[in-house]
Structures are given as structure tokens and as C-alpha cells.
């Protein structure tokens, strides 16, 4: 089944305590993306991968890492989290490098707790 | 500056009846506008994209309007199931940028 991968699902961690989020997809996309999502705010991008080896900033960056070792996988990576980064995460794919006619294909979510 | 704006209030209708969701945009070029649904606790799901040049699009029970002028999407299912209870969201990628920015979703509630 294609589909995009989220792991964990829920994730409850202190203050400054380094933490990963896994993203994998099984349908060969270019371009993946990750979103955190927050009440009245909607969804942010936090940033994304045009393929593998090259990533850039989306809109909300700070506080975040990722990285594009191989085509399938996009972690999200905290390195010192902070209670503000309490939220919902998406990990996104889309088939092309443009956008246009290529809509994303979103996993189940990941939520995060900082306490 | 560029917003996105989707009606925050929950939408109630009922069964059978044509539910219609507004996306208003400004500041923004964009170069097409894409609806997704979203249920609790998932991930969106995609459902129509609707280019600058196309004045509308349908799916089944759903169809979208997109008026550049007005900057408007409009987002219909017609003869509504409570099936289609959940939060639909627009989200359009402006010419020359390759992201999509989501607007905040409207939620919708089909009664029996």
C-alpha cells in the first residue's frame, strides 16, 4: 500500500532532551515536506526536500533540523526541544519537484509533548 | 500580508443539502488551489485541484470555483452524508514558489 509513514505516533519528552521524528514513504517521491500543525494557526511548513541531498527552509525552521540521506526517508529532528514546540506533526509527499499537479500525500501524524 | 482565510465557525446542515466552504486569499498569485479533508487525529487527504485558468472542477459529489478576481475558491458537495463530516482545508502555491500554505480549515457537520 503506498503510503507515508510517521513514526512515533505520539510523544511525550522533557525539556532540551534531543529527539527524532521518523518520516519514510513507499512511493518513489521527489519531494517530501513536514508541517506542524497548531489550533488557529493551521498548518505551518517547517521545512522541505526538493530530493535527496538538498533541503530548504519552509516557514517556521527554528528549533528544527532535517536531513535527506536517501529518497524514501525525511527525519525531523529536535535537537533541544522546547515546550513551544508542542504540536501536531505531518510528514508530506508529493510525485514531482513541482508542485503544481502533484498534491501531497500526508502521514497519520505525530504528536509531540514538551514538557 | 498574505493570508488565507477559511470560515473558523463550524458549518451545520443537514443531509442532502449542498454544503458550500469559502477560501478567500490575498497578497497571494497563485497558481492553483488544491481542497483536502481532514478527520480527527489523520492526516489530510487530497480531493480537488483547481488551476488559474479554470473557472471550476468536479468530482463526483464535489466541485470547486476558483475566481481570481474575486480571489476566491468556493468548495461544494452537494446531496451531503453525514460521511462527509470532517474539516476541509484549501491551500494554493503561489507562482514561482514551490510550497503549499494551508489556510486554518473550516469544519463541517452533516446531521442525519
Known amino acids: 500500500e503506498a503510503q507515508v509513514t510517521q513514526n512515533p505516533r505520539y510523544l511525550i519528552t522533557v525539556t532540551g532532551k534531543k529527539l527524532t521524528v521518523t518520516c519514510s514513504q513507499n512511493?518513489?517521491?521527489?519531494?517530501m515536506s513536514w508541517y506542524r500543525q497548531d489550533p488557529g494557526l493551521g498548518l505551518r511548513q517547517i521545512y522541505y526536500?526538493?530530493?535527496?541531498?538538498?533541503?530548504d527552509k519552509g516557514d517556521v525552521p527554528e528549533g528544527y533540523k532535517v536531513s535527506r540521506k536517501e529518497k524514501r526517508n525525511f527525519p525531523l529532528i529536535l535537537e533541544s526541544p522546547s515546550p513551544n514546540q508542542t504540536s501536531l506533526y505531518f510528514c508530506?509527499?508529493?510525485?514531482?519537484?513541482?508542485?503544481?499537479?502533484?498534491?501531497?500525500?500526508f502521514g497519520n501524524g505525530t504528536r509531540l509533548t514538551v514538557t | 500580508s498574505q493570508k488565507i482565510e477559511q470560515n473558523s465557525e463550524a458549518l451545520n446542515i443537514q443531509e442532502g443539502k449542498t454544503a458550500t466552504l469559502t477560501c478567500n486569499y490575498t497578497?497571494?498569485?497563485?497558481?492553483?488551489l488544491q481542497w483536502y479533508r481532514q478527520d480527527p487525529g489523520r492526516g489530510p487527504v487530497f480531493l480537488l485541484l483547481?488551476?488559474?485558468?479554470?473557472k471550476e472542477k468536479r468530482k463526483e459529489r464535489l466541485k470547486v470555483t476558483f475566481d481570481t478576481t474575486l480571489k476566491q475558491s468556493l468548495f461544494h458537495i452537494t446531496a451531503s452524508q453525514p460521511a462527509d463530516s470532517a474539516t476541509y482545508l484549501c491551500a494554493l502555491r503561489s507562482t514561482g514558489f514551490q510550497k503549499l500554505v494551508f489556510g486554518t480549515g473550516t469544519r463541517l457537520l452533516v446531521s442525519p
Open positions: 497578497n497571494y498569485s497563485p497558481a492553483y
Open positions: 526536500s526538493m530530493n535527496v541531498e538538498v533541503t
Open positions: 483547481i488551476r488559474e485558468n479554470e
Open positions: 512511493m518513489n517521491h521527489e519531494y
Open positions: 508530506a509527499s508529493s510525485p514531482g519537484q513541482d508542485l503544481y499537479n502533484s498534491p501531497l500525500h
